[in-house]
């Protein structure tokens, strides 16, 4: 196992951010619940405690019991996690003049501290906060403060135990990540070395040791996540790996030829399954999102169990899971309340009886895009764009029919070309078109119609979980809308969706 840091999630908007900017500085950590600590061993080289929606003046609030890592291994309090390490020692935490929120300015930043090595008098950071750390216990040092807030940045004298009242993983942290580095490197003695080319290493032998003969089937579907397992496994086990690839009629154009293709030039074991009409036939009536997640999820088990069936003696079941599905299916509260219908965690059937293999489980997104480049991965697989589970379905708001299907893959195809030959396909994050259960009255040459609207989504984004509109040129709108109107049968009216997540949300269903 690599070397770890170890997170207690508090319930922090931004926990999963502190995780991504300590692996972008190539150390490997995981987030815990806070009530969840899992075990210590000699990997673990250092703890962070987050930040959290809670007060830790409430009566409820999140609590752990710091003698488990205090003097036993470096400590980080971000905001929450600093005001519980104050208030445990006896220091006074009280609500805040004036809400604590935005950019601030470090200043009387103590000289020679390990925790604030090459950061800059002035340097800006993000303040988020109600509360604030009015008096710090004896034995505290002051180690940072700004402008407004005296108590920005502690050390407990003696000890590898710090706690600051900013958030260092937002960009608006501008010296952030270097504070993480000074905690990582020089408090906690990280070596740096988690990196995609150690992680196909490592995990290619342990798929080999755990699998061994047997046989592995993975439902694959042309996105990232399901590619990079694939070939991982397939460098573990080779031919034993059983692809599946169901066409369900909900893809976008030629998408099952085409992403088929290049799974069979890198060499997979796939098989291609037409099931389109069983897909169809099962959403016929259905309006309800939800309805038409759990229908498609239903079908595609038994497609998949039946050709599942035709391998013999097949032993596992491999899932492209990644960590943020992880994260989200255990929270601090518990399991998640609601976790959309084409989740991978916890999908598997009990009457499939196989057993499961989630080798991407430990990654983020943006890692399993490098491992899949440092492995060769097909870069029109590797640069496209997230997709969502259930397809076009959930492009296609109201009741989803094959004529409609049809319709917006022909519009959605000419919106992504253009993209990709304006060069704005890699500028923006997810791009796609939706088909409103709507019509419209236009005219075409001399005649009026009453035909359908579709409505163009870009957005910006680094991992989906807020997201901006992207500001594509008035002059590629108006291309695309133009040559929509004029090539696909249907549709009168293009519209372009400028919300922003949140409050809305990328998709529309």
């Known amino acids: 196992m690599p070397e770890k840091i170890i997170i207690l999630d508090f319930g922090s908007q931004y926990t999963q951010l502190i995780a991504r900017r300590v692996r972008e500085l190539d150390v490997y950590c995981e987030i815990h619940p806070y009530n969840q600590i899992p075990e210590l061993d000699e990997d673990v080289k250092g703890v962070i405690l987050s930040g959290s929606p809670c007060s830790v003046r409430e009566a409820d609030a999140p609590q752990v019991d710091l003698s488990i890592f205090h003097g036993k291994y470096p400590l980080l309090g971000v905001c929450y996690g600093a005001q519980y390490i104050a208030r445990e020692w006896g220091g006074d935490v009280l609500p805040s003049s004036t809400r604590e929120y935005g950019r601030a300015q470090l200043q009387r930043i103590r000289e020679g501290n390990p925790l604030f090595r090459g950061l800059t008098p002035g340097s800006q950071v993000w303040m988020s906060h109600g509360d604030t750390i009015s008096s710090v216990p004896k034995g505290f040092e002051l180690i940072a403060s700004t402008d407004t807030v005296n108590v920005a940045a502690f050390q407990i004298s003696g000890t ?96 099952f030829n085409d992403v088929l293709d290049s799974y069979q030039h890198m060499g997979l074991n796939i098989r291609g399954i037409d099931a389109k009409e069983r897909f169809y036939t099962a959403l016929a009536g259905i309006t309800d999102p939800e309805k038409k997640r759990k229908a498609i999820g239903r079908v595609f088990i038994e497609v998949f169990d039946d050709a599942a069936h035709e391998i013999q003696d097949v032993k596992w079941l491999a899932q492209g899971t990644i960590y943020p599905d992880v994260i989200e299916s255990v929270s601090v509260k518990g399991p998640s309340a609601t976790i959309k219908s084409h989740h991978n965690v916890g999908g598997l059937p009990d009457f499939m009886k196989l057993k499961v293999v989630e080798p991407l489980k430990s990654l983020f997104k943006d890692e399993v895009r490098e491992v899949g480049r440092s492995l060769g991965l097909d870069p029109a697989i590797l640069e496209r764009h997230p997709f969502p589970g259930p397809g076009l379905a959930i492009r296609i708001l109201g009741e989803v029919t094959p004529e409609k299907v049809a319709i917006l893959q022909e519009a959605d195809a000419i919106y992504l070309n253009t993209l990709k030959e304006t060069g704005w396909y890699h500028k923006v994050w997810q791009a796609g078109t939706v088909f409103l259960p709507v019509q419209a009255v236009g005219v075409m040459g001399d005649e009026r119609t009453y035909e359908n609207v579709v409505a163009l989504r870009a957005v910006e984004s680094l991992d989906g979980m807020t997201a901006d509109w992207s500001h594509l040129p008035y002059e590629l709108l108006a291309r695309v809308s133009n040559e929509i109107i004029n090539n696909v049968k249907g549709i009168n009216r293009v519209v372009y969706d400028i919300s922003s997540k949140p409050p809305a949300t990328i998709e529309w269903e």
């Open 160 to 255: 590898n135990t710090y706690g600051i009242q900013f958030h260092p993983e937002v960009t608006h942290s501008l010296e952030g990540k270097k504070l993480l580095e000074n905690f990582l490197v020089d408090i906690c003695g990280c070596a740096r070395n988690w990196t995609p080319y150690a992680f196909i290493e490592s995990t290619i032998e342990e798929l080999k040791r755990e699998l061994g003969e047997d046989k592995v089937v993975l439902a694959i579907s042309g996105g990232v996540d399901s590619s990079v397992a694939a070939l991982l496994l397939h460098k573990a086990i080779g031919p034993r790996l059983h692809c599946i690839f169901v066409d369900n009629g909900l893809l976008r154009k030629n998408e």
